[in-house]
């Protein structure tokens, strides 16, 4: 059965960088669209990142343009969302998802992970 598990939130100051991983297991990692929300305490879910089946290309959510970069490991069935410059307002639970096809932003992609806890102190 698909699998996406997140690692590697923590607590973090105001400044510091993170670098999440999102194992796939269960599906050919190279026919899906991977993708990074984030879900803030009291507030919906939103789109940080996407990116398609080869890396070829990106698309980011205005507030983390510049300072957040996604990327793919088709060999290790593996993205990462590494986060610099992070700012107290990053603090959420990141969750990523994987969809066949390109939805961007569009929150319906069909498999999602439980999520990694990342914590911004100022």
């Known amino acids: 059965q698909v699998q996406l598990v997140e690692s590697g939130g923590g607590l973090v100051q105001a400044g510091d960088s993170l670098r999440l991983s999102c194992a796939a297991s269960?599906?050919?990692?190279?026919?899906?669209?991977m993708a990074w929300f984030r879900q803030p305490p009291g507030k919906e879910r939103e789109f940080v990142a996407t990116?398609?089946?080869?890396?070829?290309?990106?698309y980011y959510a205005d507030s983390v343009k510049g300072r957040f970069t996604i990327s793919r490991d088709n060999a290790k069935n593996t993205v990462y969302l590494q986060m610099n410059s992070l700012k107290p307002e990053d603090t959420a639970g990141y969750y990523c998802?994987?969809?066949?096809?390109?939805?961007?932003?569009?929150?319906?992609?069909?498999?999602w992970g439980r999520g990694t806890q990342v914590t911004v102190s100022s």
């Open positions: 998802a994987a969809n066949e096809i390109y939805s961007g932003r569009n929150p319906e992609y069909a498999y």
């Open positions: 269960g599906l050919t990692f190279s026919r899906f669209v």
């Open positions: 990116i398609t089946w080869t890396g070829a290309r990106t």
